[in-house]
């Protein structure tokens, strides 16, 4: 079943299990998801399943309403998507297939963790960006998590290096994504990213030695920690 986790900076203050029925988001005790904060509107936003995709759409608030860190009036939502609502956020969470198969057989929650867990094979070690050029907060970063992102804000794991007179660069610019059969690039800014050369505009996998430049900042994708 998809999930939000509902957080304040990094600290994960609750989760809310999505169904068929919308769901209101705003300070107002009378929504669904209430965020007592004066930067939150009485009814900031929505989620609603429209089909088989689940949809955020902003309720006109005075702050706006945020996915991946573009405000948006109405937007889709993926696995890892973070929807910012001021000072808050909720992290859109959607299993695989298999685990919503799991639970058409009332397992227990503890066998489908220990299922899930057997069946999502991602690679053995983590793979890391090195920094070969450019500011970083680290000389290298180990993809441990499912999803990485990468970017200007300060909510992203893995930082860059802006271009230009004022340093510039988009606070969510990419991520890297761990799935079965390995890492995945992908453009949250369709041409910013640049893999080997070449602009990406979608999503493509990545192989051991890559060069990624994001802005002011080249990265070198190892499939094996170095410190391993």
Known sequence: MPKLLLKFNAAVLKEINLGREPLLVGRSPNNDIVINNPAVSSNHCKITLE????????LDSTNGTYVNEKRIKKCGLHNQDIVGIAKHSLVFVEPPASAVEDKTIFLTPEKQSQILAQSVKTPSKPAVLKVLKGLAGEPEYELKGLSTYIGKSERVQVPIKGTGLFGSAPEVAASIHRKSEGYHLIAVV?????????????SVPLKDGDILVCGGTTFQFNLENSAA
């Open 51 to 58: 089909g088989e995709t689940y949809y955020v759409e902003d």
């Open 190 to 202: 369709p041409g910013y990213p640049i893999l080997n050369g070449e602009k990406v505009f979608a």
